[in-house]
């Protein structure tokens, strides 16, 4: 009620609430601040989304535990039965449980956020709201999934003893690092594909083979010595050793981890920053 | 930078779109699989092209690129309420997408001074799953609003909407015309500075769409600055004092608003749809019969100054026959904005045909139907010829006149298409394809 009744002296005063649009060329910065203005329209979005994914099916959001359920199981008797890959001793599907949760958490938000501008085309042209907006919703709404899935974790780390450690009290960083991966990810394909609707082809075909960049369905130790840091700046490889090494209270293998914090850091300001720059031509190419 | 008590000042703003390229046409099988091989490199270049605007001048004529908005500078004072009307494709919308940020111009600026809020659609991320509760907090924080503003407006918002009862029904289940309540409902509990319309009354039952306007005139004398596009000509001269035209993505006229939706409507002709001669002394005529009025009207008796391309128009034509025992032949001109006739109509009611008229106060009316008729003005010249001996009685040029609109609804003769459409008439025609998919080039 007080901003009405200063009204006529903020126009009198001005200047604190112009809007000057003209043609932008070159990088912008992230409006952090605009962001903030509209953090109620993060939630509901989130919810939407939640509210929608499970709508009118019959086993709801018993998904979450089926989906990944299922692959632990398929991936159990051919790479723990069949192949025998080495796992160090852990049992496999105890191994694997444990890096495929955060993986399906990781490559359903990399896939839904990289198509957000394109699902969300509609909305796009007919009312302004940051569009940075879109590639995040995915990371937050998937939370919830991800949350559930959890108890899958808690299930087989029962049935398997494994007893929490203080490990887990780390957590809350490779949460953090999972979670800006797809972002960042997204941030770079979103506004690459409303120009280039290839990556749509691209994208479930690219998901399943970065399934294989990193350790979730082998060890990362049978990775060579000299390749290590290759390797790890896949900052996938980081979040899987992480949740592994945090979950089953084993060594945190840094030296896997710190490459991939790195790039997911450079990927998501780049992403932040080209997706900035592409945002302004979004309406007119779509 | 100083603007006074300016809410909005648009300084040259321009904004210009490339079309698509020419598609190449190959001869040969050789160079049609060079080109395909190519053709990623081509579409990159292609792409690349459609937003990059280095290379263009505006005054050069190159034929890839529209100039959606050229040059366009006006000034809206605080609380003026502004309306913008212009045929489609004038750049009404894309000038609101400029201010609303929704697209970025190619050149000029615009200050705004104040919150401001667009309505360039009723209802934008309404989710089908999702229950009325839920979507009008969704829609008002797309809309801008907080979650503590919505919180004290919520039950003024469901109160206006009329659906109390299905509030916590999903969507799903809603009529359209109650999703199209809640949507205008949330919509109309907006409070910027600055307030943004484009065509989102044509939405809705005519009862609703009385209460949106009331709405909208309550909002208006709160000192709010309303730029407003419509097609509703008659709520655009009622809601807004000042009106902007636009052709061709420039301003054409800007001023009071009764003078330039005229003007617009028949481009300095001074034809009415509606024209009646009170003084039978002065209506046009003889002594036999006398033209008394000339209406274009909707089914339902509505008198229209626009009308939709799909839907029937009618033309009244009242007149006296004072004198008894001739026979009449009642016809229309009907012709477009540059003169030419489309058809001429004539009365072909078989209870009045070769027969001596008594007298009497006689109305024949004549229904075009929709889907006929071209986009833009329509201009009915009204006649009365008579039978035995031939010779006409009265004849009135550009008596009455029409804008005919069309919407782009996507059922309309426009199909898909968006740009100028010619053509004297827009049928809409029944297409039907077969497909062989095994004889191409057999």
């Known amino acids: 009620m007080d901003s009405k009744k200063n009204n006529s002296d903020k126009l009198n005063s001005n200047n604190d609430n112009l809007t000057i649009i003209k043609p932008n060329t070159g990088w912008q910065v992230i409006n952090f601040r605009e962001l903030l203005e509209y953090r109620d329209l993060f939630f509901f979005l989130a919810w939407r989304d939640i509210k929608a994914l499970y709508a009118q099916t019959v086993l709801g959001f018993s998904w979450a535990i089926l989906k990944p359920l299922v692959q632990i199981i398929v991936f159990t008797i051919i790479f723990g039965k069949v192949a025998k890959v080495s796992t160090e001793g852990i049992p496999y599907f105890l191994f694997s449980s444990v890096a495929i949760i955060p993986w399906t958490y990781m490559s359903q938000t990399m896939s839904e956020s990289s198509e957000s501008l394109i699902t969300q085309q509609s909305m796009l042209g007919k009312i302004y709201i940051p569009r940075l907006i879109f590639p995040i919703i995915p990371a937050l709404s998937r939370i919830v999934d991800f949350s559930i899935s959890l108890i899958l974790i808690f299930i087989v780390m029962i049935y398997y003893r494994v007893m929490p450690t203080w490990n887990l009290l780390l957590t809350p960083l490779f949460f953090l690092l999972m979670a800006s991966v797809p972002v960042a990810i997204g941030l770079w394909l979103s506004s690459l594909a409303i120009r280039f609707r290839d990556i749509r082809h691209a994208m479930p075909f690219a998901i399943q083979m970065l399934i294989y960049s990193a350790p979730i369905v082998y060890s990362a130790s049978t990775i060579p010595e000299k390749y290590r840091i290759l390797y790890s700046l896949n900052p996938i490889v980081g979040v899987i050793e992480g949740y592994r090494a945090c979950i089953l209270g084993l060594p945190i293998p840094w030296p896997f981890i710190w490459p991939g914090i790195i790039s997911a850091v450079i990927l998501l300001v780049s992403g932040a920053l080209y997706f900035r720059r592409m945002e302004r031509v979004v309406v007119d190419v779509i | 930078m100083t603007i006074g008590n300016t809410a909005i000042k648009v300084e040259n703003l321009s904004k210009c779109y490339r079309i698509g390229m020419k598609e190449e046409m190959h001869d040969s099988l050789i160079k049609s699989v060079f080109s395909f091989l190519k053709s990623p490199v081509k579409n990159y270049q292609k792409h690349r092209s459609l937003y990059n605007f280095k290379d263009v001048d505006k005054h050069s004529d190159n034929s890839d690129i529209i100039w959606a908005l050229k040059d366009v500078s006006f000034e809206v004072k605080e609380g003026e309420i502004v309306g913008i009307i212009g045929v489609n494709g004038a750049g009404k919308s894309t000038l609101l997408k400029i201010l609303s940020k929704i697209t970025d111009p190619t050149g000029g600026q615009a200050i705004i001074r104040g919150k401001i809020s667009s309505l360039l659609e009723v209802g934008t991320g309404f989710h089908p799953e999702l229950t009325g509760r839920e979507n009008v907090y969704l829609n008002g924080t797309i809309l801008g609003m907080r979650k503590t503003e919505l919180d004290s407006k919520f039950d003024e918002i469901v109160d206006f909407s009329g659906i109390e009862k299905f509030i916590d029904t999903p969507v799903k289940r809603y009529s ?46 709160t000192g709010r600055t309303i730029l407003f596009v419509s097609h509703n000509m008659h709520a655009l001269t009622r809601l807004c004092p000042r009106a902007i035209l636009l052709n061709g993505g420039v301003v054409q006229s800007d001023g009071e608003s009764n003078k330039i939706v005229a003007s617009y409507l028949d481009f300095g002709k001074g034809v009415k749809s509606e024209r009646e001669w009170p003084l039978l002394a002065e209506s046009p005529g003889d002594n036999v019969v006398r033209l008394r009025s000339v209406r274009v009207r909707t089914k339902d008796g509505e008198i229209k100054d626009s009308v939709d391309i799909r839907k029937a128009i009618f033309i009244d034509m009242e007149y006296d026959v004072l004198e008894e025992g001739n026979e009449l032949m009642i016809y229309y001109h009907v012709m477009d904005d540059q003169g030419l006739e489309i058809f001429n109509p004539i009365d072909s009611d078989p209870d009045w045909r070769r027969r001596a008229r008594p007298t009497g106060r006689y109305v024949s009316t004549a229904e075009i139907p929709g889907n006929f008729l071209s986009e833009g003005m329509i201009y009915i010249g009204a006649g009365i010829w008579n039978r035995n001996p031939e010779f006409r009685r009265l004849s009135v040029p550009d008596t009455v006149a029409f804008l005919v609109v069309d919407n782009m609804d996507g059922d309309t003769a426009r199909v898909d298409w968006i740009r100028h459409l010619p053509g004297v008439v827009r049928p809409l025609l029944n297409w039907e394809t077969t497909y062989s998919p095994n004889e191409s080039g057999r």
């Open chain 2, 176 to 221: 359209s015309g109650m999703k199209v309540r809640l949507a205008f409902a949330v919509a109309a509990h907006l409070d910027p500075e600055i307030l943004l319309i484009d065509e989102v009354l044509a939405v809705g039952d005519a009862e609703f769409q009385k209460k949106c306007l009331s709405k909208m005139e309550n909002v208006s004398q």
